[in-house]
């Protein structure tokens, strides 16, 4: 199966990870739930290959 | 307050779990198709006060001079009525599932113990345990629910007969422990031993704070339900969640063993040392058993 991490990115670009996904329909089925947020319009959200997903506080400190 | 945290349906209404029966060419899960009366009971159990989860609120409502007061209150009624543990907090999104909304201001989570020497008697044991209390948390709940729309204030249970509320992110906040690799949240007390029922309200209450006392370091280094895990489901690597450490399962790894066989698995939880403090012997003999299979369940198991 496909593994697919959906993260959010705040507004001060730290990286929080959402979850583990397993396919892209389901990652994007859960972003689209986050995007329609209304008290979080400032997030935006990746969805990232789990090969690709950069780990723990590197991950964090990347986008700050 | 909408939610930001996705809940994982349960059974064929997971897209993940579906998939991979279907692979096997059956129409469901094993472990959900094969199950015992006892079981059906307890489930029966939660579903049958689902509707009481939320309700009349008392029109003449208890004025609220002392929140110290009434938050020992709130936590004596929950002990008298079984809570092992009792914490409360404010609501935030991550402890709201994602698609949901919950307008209450406080969340009060209340745990019961498992009896951890089930371990002994196999996976049966040991679900037929967990399901006795998940139908204990989710009749307390109800009860202390109903107990404060009586004080005036609206409040709304939160349990496997339903819910719109996280566990993990609730149990940190109100310093019940902290997040464990195998994925469930250690007590100092009771390890993971123990299952959730909350209920969500506007009775103004005052706040517990998260506790630390190093688990997270210590999963660094402890690797045990890593080990001993029969589908390699635990991974090495964390991620980071709303600043928190957090080892995601691999659930296809895990429903190979715990939702393709009849049998219960729960042994990430079982074999955490953090069981040892409160069953010392019980956990010694269950690691032995372990340790006589080599630590990894047998693939026929």
């Known amino acids: ?64 | 307050m909408h939610g930001i945290t996705p809940r994982r349906e349960q059974g064929m209404a997971d897209p993940v779990l579906a998939q991979m029966v279907r692979a096997t060419g059956a129409t469901e899960s094993r472990h959900y198709a094969a199950v015992k009366p006892v079981i059906q009971a307890y489930r029966a159990s939660w579903v049958k006060i689902a509707p009481r989860r939320d309700g009349h609120v008392n029109a003449t409502r208890a004025q609220v001079t002392d929140s110290t007061a009434v938050t020992a209150q709130i936590k004596a009624k929950a002990v008298e009525m079984g809570a092992d543990l009792i914490g409360i907090c404010r609501l935030q999104p991550q402890m709201i599932d994602l698609g949901s909304a919950v307008e209450h201001e406080f969340v009060i989570a209340c745990c019961v113990a498992e009896d951890y020497e089930k371990v002994l008697g196999g996976p049966d044991a040991v679900e037929e345990e967990a399901m006795r209390t998940y139908a204990k948390c989710a009749e307390l709940a109800t009860e202390l629910a109903e107990y404060i729309r009586a004080m005036g204030y609206p409040a709304r249970a939160h349990h496997n007969g339903g819910s719109e509320v996280q566990a993990i992110p609730i149990f940190y906040q109100v310093g019940f422990g902290e997040l464990g690799r195998h994925g469930s949240l250690i007590n100092e007390t009771y390890g993971a031993s123990f299952r959730p029922g909350f209920v969500t309200t506007d009775l103004p209450m005052v706040e517990d704070r998260p506790r630390e006392f190093g688990v997270q370091d210590f999963c660094m280094n402890c690797n045990v339900c890593q080990r001993n895990c029969p589908g390699d489901a635990i991974p090495q690597d964390y991620v980071m969640t709303h600043g928190i450490k957090r080892w995601l399962i691999d659930l296809e790894k895990c429903y190979p063993y715990s939702r393709l066989r009849e049998e219960y698995c729960h042994l990430c939880v079982d074999v955490c040392p953090y069981n040892v403090k409160s069953h010392p012997d019980t956990y010694k003999a269950l690691m032995k058993q372990r340790k006589q299979v080599g630590y990894k369940t047998p693939k026929s198991y």
Request: charge should be negative; glycine fraction near 4%; aromatic fraction near 8%.
């Open chain 1, 1 to 64: 199966m496909e593994k697919l991490y959906v993260n959010a990115v705040g507004p001060d670009g730290e990286v929080s990870t959402v979850g583990l996904f397993y396919s892209e329909a389901e990652a994007q089925r859960i972003v689209d739930l986050l995007r329609a947020n209304p008290e979080r319009p400032a997030y935006r959200y990746e969805i990232v290959p789990a090969e690709r997903h950069t780990l723990s506080e590197k991950n964090t400190q990347r986008t700050r």
